[in-house]
């Protein structure tokens, strides 16, 4: 289905992590040391608890703040944000404050710990805003609601939560080690952590100055937001294409406005995604709405061939422009990840016979032989001091144990048989090897990719009713989306750690404490935000405030692998001539472009979702914010340098808690919109402009 270096976005629509988490940060801090234990030793004051409760407390309850806005960006437009930086600059103001009062050390590695915690907290967001609002939407969990299989959500959460910790662990030699990978995202965070912790330095300045620009953004975008709920019309939207239709007699502005949802939109979220993102991904992202739903849908709509922007008709309708477009959406989406990886062959090559060998390695230990197979060329660098390093019966007895509560999870509860759930563990373990190389140099994760491999692979369930076959197509594709992910948050955090000379047995105990805080928010945000707003899990509402681009994308093709959806004839021959397109792209960028033109090169992948998204606002508040951007960087370079990313991040998480607060309105019964002033049209109740 990922900066702030909140984190990097990650989009499963079928999402790749598309942006580099720390770009800005990374590129200034290229010539970063790995071996500067030493040095960091010298440099640093010596700590002598590396784990600290309040270190990981404090970074749980930031990561909490993250998956809040992870859940609101994710039913929206099927992205997410991890937590990387947001954990360590404000874990750092929160926990330099504590220990100047408490008369305690705080250095680095307890920094780090803090920063571990957030994205473990804040990662497990991926299956709630894909395969499990899939399986409501399409009846597979009954007549019941999300408040009435709390039991089995919470037992999902845990499994994802603990079996991808522990899965990571062993990984770390081969990827952090031997391999020696980049990882530019968790490089970024490691040098971030130090330079806050630079007496006198300037770094640690700007550090602060970013702190202080995420809470003043954040709480910009949260009142802001919450003012909306109440006056809309001011807060909200503006609607000024069809008032300059209405003034200028052109039906066609008022249409696409009103009917096809060409409105401007204070959404500060997709104002800090803009901010942060590169001009070819946000004006790809606006072609793919503008072709979708600007142009090519409303010619179709008025020809009679389509219903109209949304919905999923049933035959003899052939549908609307959000179900037409659909499958040439995913086509670019898909080939164009699947390309990505295909084009580093070798290197993804490496990272496959990697997990191979790994494996055996693994056995091997199991069974007490002496010899095992070297992992990679490279020889162990690893100078951690033995009694730093996770013990391998702690990983290994995770691992068993994560292992077996899933397949029970999943055949007690989901009905996946248990055979289907040991076949995706085992594909999970080798797709995860491929995502973190593909991440490890790129800083893209193809979770997207690997969750549409698995759904291939079990498309079919010999013998089953329909219903079965789904819910193991869709539950299979979590493990590996969810096991994906999980692995590339924790294997990057165990580099920073390395990085930094943090003891890999105090990473795991601020995962383990950011897991425990993961699940026990990840079902009380699901369930309120889908008691708020039936429509996320119902299609056959209309209107919904949430498009759940990534839903519908999963939703859908497991339908159709599954022999239970029908693909319009045209709809799949341009699907066919995108999967064509996206390879071929993909292909002269990687191969033949010129580095200097890569930056302005038309994004195919974003194209695709926005074919996806319903809803043009987003992109058109994407390109806001990225115009806001350009102007800031233009006129003071230096201060966007140093507090762009900290503005985007505090934007993002300012509208995920104002979503939370909202959705709490909605349940209670307070009326959205009470106040009808402002700049709406006749079909919203308001039209005083």
């Not at 601020?510 to 026990?520: D, E, H, R």
Request: aromatic residues 12%.
């Amino acid at each position: 289905m990922a900066t702030f270096v909140i984190g990097k976005a990650e989009y499963d629509s079928d999402d790749d992590e598309y942006l580099n988490e720390g770009k800005i940060i990374y590129e200034e801090s290229v010539e970063i040391e790995e071996n500067a234990q030493g040095s960091m030793e010298e440099e640093f004051l010596f700590e002598p608890h590396q784990f600290t409760w309040r270190a990981a407390i404090v970074g749980s309850l930031l990561g909490c703040v993250v998956a809040a806005s992870n859940l609101y960006l994710g039913l929206k437009i099927g992205w997410t944000f991890g937590a990387a930086l947001w954990g360590s600059i404000i874990g750092f103001l929160i926990l330099k404050s504590l220990s100047r009062v408490t008369g305690t050390i705080f250095g680095p590695k307890e920094n780090t710990v803090c920063q571990a915690a957030a994205t473990s907290a804040g990662g497990l967001s991926n299956g709630f805003v894909t395969a499990i609002p899939a399986m409501y939407r399409m009846g597979l969990m009954g007549d019941s609601t999300p408040l009435d299989d709390v039991v089995p959500l919470l037992l999902w959460t845990a499994s994802a939560a603990f079996f991808g910790m522990f899965f990571a662990v062993p990984l770390r030699s081969h990827f952090v080690i031997n391999q020696d990978l980049v990882f530019p995202t968790p490089r970024a965070a490691a040098e971030t952590i130090k330079n806050l912790h630079r007496a006198g330095s300037a770094a640690a300045k700007d550090a602060r100055d970013s702190g202080v620009a995420m809470i003043v953004s954040f709480s910009t975008a949260l009142s802001w937001a919450i003012f909306g709920f109440f006056i809309p019309g001011i807060f909200d939207s503006i609607h000024a294409l069809y008032y300059i239709g209405e003034a200028t007699g052109l039906t066609s502005l008022m249409d696409a406005d009103a009917k096809w949802g060409w409105a401007f939109s204070w959404d500060f979220a997709f104002f800090g995604s803009g901010l942060m993102m590169p001009g070819s991904t946000v004006f790809s992202l606006l072609l793919g709405e503008l072709i979708a739903f600007g142009i090519a849908g409303p010619l179709m709509t008025a020809s009679g061939y389509l219903t109209g922007r949304t919905g999923f008709p049933p035959l003899p309708a052939i549908g609307s422009a959000q179900s037409w477009f659909l499958w040439p959406g995913i086509a670019l989406m898909v080939f164009s990840a699947f390309s990505e990886l295909g084009v580093r062959g070798p290197a993804m090559y490496h990272g496959f016979m990697g997990g191979i060998r790994e494996g055996g390695n693994l056995l091997r230990k199991w069974q007490k032989m002496e010899d095992t197979e070297e992992t990679s060329s490279h020889d162990s660098k690893d100078s951690t001091p033995e009694h730093e390093l996770i013990p391998t019966s702690w990983w290994v007895g995770g691992l068993f144990v994560s292992g077996v509560f899933t397949i029970l999870v999943m055949y007690f509860n989901f009905n996946v048989p248990i055979y289907a759930t040991i076949g995706a563990i085992i594909i999970s373990f080798l797709l995860a090897f491929v995502g973190l190389q593909a991440s490890g140099e790129t800083d893209i994760n193809p979770t997207g990719a690997v969750a549409k491999v698995t759904q291939l692979v079990f498309s079919r369930v010999p013998g089953a009713e329909i219903q079965i076959v789904q819910k193991t197509n869709l539950m299979c594709a979590n493990i590996a989306a969810s096991v994906c992910s999980q692995a590339v948050d924790m294997v990057g955090d165990l580099k920073t750690a390395h990085l930094i000379g943090t003891s890999p047995r105090a990473m795991l105990g601020a995962q383990l404490t950011g897991s425990v805080f993961a699940i026990g928010i990840a079902i009380p945000l699901f369930i309120l935000y889908t008691t708020a707003y039936p429509c996320v899990l119902d299609a056959s509402v209309a209107e919904c405030q949430f498009a759940v681009p990534a839903v519908v994308a999963w939703e859908n093709v497991c339908k159709i692998l599954t022999g239970d959806g029908k693909i319009p004839f045209e709809s799949m021959i341009v699907a066919l001539v995108c999967c064509v397109l996206a390879i071929i792209n993909v292909v002269i960028r990687v191969k033949f472009l010129p580095d200097a033109w890569k930056p302005y090169w038309i994004n195919l992948n974003a194209v695709g979702l926005g074919f996806i998204n319903p809803s043009p606002t987003i992109a058109v508040s994407m390109v806001v914010g990225w115009t806001a951007g350009q102007i800031w960087k233009r006129t003071s370079i230096q201060t966007h340098e140093r507090l762009m990313y900290s503005v985007s991040a505090g934007l993002i998480a300012g509208v995920g808690i104002a979503g939370l607060i909202n959705a709490a309105f909605t349940i209670g019964g307070i009326q959205e919109g009470a106040v009808q002033i402002g700049c709406g049209h006749p079909e919203l109740g308001y039209s005083l402009c």
